[in-house]
């Protein structure tokens, strides 16, 4: 690369090289800035009118890592390692100038220079493990000689990233300054000592402030292996060559690079990208929402004001009648409460957006919406009717949503006269707390429409999947065919306690059954009611949970449901249930065979990546990484296994056909193997590479 092309380019002040990284839009660590790197500080090292060294990121940047890209292909010369030995082995002082991001592989350069001087802006990290990975070009050896073990251990396992003035705290800045950083970094850089973390010992340290610095990384680690092999490596650095150790650390990045947890994290970081660029919304701005309203303030509605309040957005919540609003009202009061009790918001934050909502029972109060999120009764009836109504009232250009899990947005967009402003806003409960917002996209919704959902969804902070319409959409369509295949299960011979183990072993935080008894038997019983009509008879269909909730058992709520619950909230299998199992089978004729964990795992697996390419293949999703998303985010699949159909993958689309076929049989109509998978599976395809 000749320096008309390189990203990185060296400036004169004086005796002073400045290097500026030039790479938009971060600054990321690609082969072209490792190469720019390397050559600046080679010629500003030769160069004997050259007394010192600047490394800029240039204005708000400075490196945000590595280029997460080439992390999936060989490693290529020059090695980021290589780039820093060179930094390291410079006899002119060298200062970082950060004035951004410097995370990861950027962290990295910083550690290598003898002064970091930042701005206020400066965010600073070793954020590796994030990624599944640990610091791989000498991180956890300069750390550890920087700030002692246990401080090192925190940041690298947490993958903390630390504003200027907490990094300043801690000592991985030197100096924080306010006005022109370069000019600063350049008339320090020639007074500047030579202080090569390389050569420091490692601080002597408490023992038992490193004990527990380490037991609390191994605890948090939630099956990822990186976590292990971090607190291994940092602590290796006492007692360690610096060169020994820095060998150390490479293997393990090297090795970690190609495992499964980290494939599937690089996955998902690169699926968040892709979630938000939806073909048709090119060049559509989004509205401008100042002020907010939501219809019903029950569970979900309570939760969705105050996801609205926490972005910034004052919010009216509108109910039945006067009751019920001071209800809703209460609700809010009380999901602000958790927040401050456990310090994580400042009561006078919380006043302050308690303060933004307010509720009535006056439908006149929508008229100055910008946006509408209607969250009543799950019922198609209520919601036309409250479409209609709000069509009077709502002002032209208000985008009107709805929280429905499963009803037919077109249907409801329909009601009013106005269905290019109409989209699904389905938040998962609890509503200020999860991260997925899958946002549906009816017939008519206007692409403006579905630009303003995307930016609302970024500004609270969640993650968008967009779906099309139909029944589910795309969550909830997948997840009721898991549930069945696991109701399937359990009256073929499992028990709801073998399924849900082998669920929390693979990774889910709760299994299915556990997950049905949160959110009540109830709601899948009325679901079960509302398609009864239109139910395919040759589908298989399993009597328990009707049986349990015509019981009274509708879960947690109740005291009991496929679990029975203690006053602690402490569950055990319940004989009542065993007796409903098995009553079931009776009348089904089934004689009960034992199910290992894999296998309902294997199963479970393949019938939501079945249906997963079902809606693929009908264009309800508009790819694989986005059910992966919606899973992750609202379903509680788990991160490290990188979503069911990265899972799939990763199993093997033939096997998970053969898979499929045996689930076939087992559950009749709706549980055929999709188009899409016995085309991927026949030609060695990949859910991950397919496009339409
Ligand atoms: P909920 O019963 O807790 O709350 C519904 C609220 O709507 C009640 O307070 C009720 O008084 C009010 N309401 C009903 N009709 C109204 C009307 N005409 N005008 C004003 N207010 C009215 O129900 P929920 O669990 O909050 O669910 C609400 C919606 O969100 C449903 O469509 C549901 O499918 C969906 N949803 C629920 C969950 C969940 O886990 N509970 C998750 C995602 C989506």
Redesign the pocket.
Known sequence: MDAATSPVRVERHGPVGVVVIDHAPVNALSKGVRQGLRDAVGALGADPGVSAIVLSGGPGRFIAGADIREMSLPPDDPLLPDVIAAIDALDKPVVAAIDGAALGGGCEVALACDLRIASPKALVGLTETRLGIIPGAGGTQRIARLVGIADAIALVCEGRILKAQDALGLGLLDEVVDGDLIAVAVARAPQAAKRRLSERAVPEGDAAREEAAAAAALKGAKGLPAIAEAVRVVRAARGTAFAAGLADERATFLALRESLEAKALRHLFFAEREAGKVPGLEGAAARVLKQAAV???????AGIAVALADAGLPVTL???DAA?AEA?LARVRGLYERPVKSGRLSQAEADKRLAAITATSDWQALADADLVVE????DMA?KAD?FGRLDAVAKPGAVLAS???YLDLDAIAAATSRPQDVVGL????PANVMKLLEVVRGKATAPDVLATALALAKRMGKQPVVAGNCDGFIGNRIYAVYRRHAEYMVEDGATPEEVDAALEAYGFAMGVFAVSDM?GLDIGHAMRKRRAATRDPAERYVVIADALVEAGRLGRKTGAGWYAYDAAGGKSADPAVAEAVAAARRAAGIAPRAFTAGQIQRRLLAVMANEGAKALGEGIALRASDIDLAFVNGYGFPRLKGGPMFAADEMGLAAVLAEMEAAHAAGGAGSEPAPLLVELARSGGRFATWTR
Request: aromatic share 12%.
């Open positions: 219809i019903g303030a029950g569970t979900m509605g509108v109910e039945r019920a809703g969250a009543a009764f799950e209520v409250i929280n429905t899990s389905h938040f998962f409960a959110s």
